[in-house]
């Protein structure tokens, strides 16, 4: 009897599951999107942390050479950043030099991280600030940094200044080298606007000037200032508008209800309006 021949059966490969390349390449992005989740509710928890608070307030203290304090630093969903109730130390004795400010918001500009390697800031708001400028003891204006900014205004505004009152011998401890280059600092500064890329509005603002006296030598009330970037080809401008409801000073005349509005071109500033109430 012949032999049965047993029948090879040919059993095929089945098809390689698609469990290689694309099934990690999703495991990494859900990875990266949980850690993006996790990060961007760490930073929007962290705003509201006392010690977030105290890092923006030591910022600003170094900037304004003088302590500051703040009641609430806050972030948006976008991370724009309002801080409230600025006040730096003693600004709420009579005559005593220092900034009040209600809040000041920030919003930033993201695509400058890709551009420049920075975050830049798009919007600067300034709400209900006042500033008291008193002379230091080398004769400089205090707070210096703002300094720039009180005399742009006043220079524009037409608001006379308080005369220069004698400077203080220095010290014999401090070098003469940092004397000088302290004074040269100070007398050089200017308020420039020119390449301005941030659009900056301030409203209800006050400023003042004061020596050993019980009332301020000079004063501008209800300041809207708003500096506003402008791209032309070619050039770079900024448009300036200020509105002041009351500005004053004892070496010189009063004015109500001021306009000024120019533009910042760089080399040259183009005057655009000027109108005020010359007040008795």
Do not use: C
């Not at 390697?117 to 204006?141: M, Q, S, T």
């Not at 109500?256 to 500033?269: I, N």
């Amino acid at each position: 009897m012949p032999r049965k021949r047993a029948r090879a059966w040919e059993q095929e490969t089945p098809p390689a599951k698609k469990t290689g390349a694309l099934r990690s390449l999703r495991n990494a992005l859900v990875t990266a999107l949980i850690l993006l989740l996790i990060a961007y509710i760490t930073g929007l928890a962290i705003g509201r942390t006392d010690g977030f608070r105290s890092i923006v307030a030591d910022r600003l203290s170094r900037t304004l050479g003088m302590p500051v304090k703040l009641d609430r630093v806050s972030l948006s969903p976008t991370f724009n950043m309002t801080l409230r109730e600025l006040e730096t130390e003693g600004a709420s004795l009579p005559g005593r030099a220092g900034l009040r400010v209600q809040r000041i918001g920030i919003e930033w500009r993201w695509r400058d991280l890709l551009r420049r390697g920075r975050v830049g800031i798009d919007r600067l708001n300034v709400e209900k600030p006042v500033v008291v400028f008193a002379r230091g003891d080398d004769g400089a204006w205090i707070p210096e940094p703002l300094a720039p900014l009180a005399d742009f205004l006043a220079r524009h505004l037409q608001v006379a200044q308080p005369a220069e009152p004698p400077r203080a011998p220095s010290s014999a401890n401090a070098p003469a080298s940092d004397s000088a280059a302290r004074k040269t600092t100070t007398a050089g500064a200017r308020f420039d606007l020119k390449g301005l890329d941030t659009a900056v509005s301030v409203r209800r603002g006050e400023m003042s000037w004061w020596f050993d006296a019980n009332i301020p030598q000079a004063s501008i009330e209800g300041i809207t200032l708003h500096a506003t970037p402008l791209s032309v080809p070619g050039r770079q401008m900024t448009h300036v508008l200020v509105n002041v409801k009351r500005a004053s000073s004892l070496n010189g005349p009063a004015f109500r209800e001021l306009t000024l509005e120019l533009l910042e071109a760089g080399d040259q500033q183009i005057l655009l309006r000027f109108t005020a109430d010359h007040q008795q």
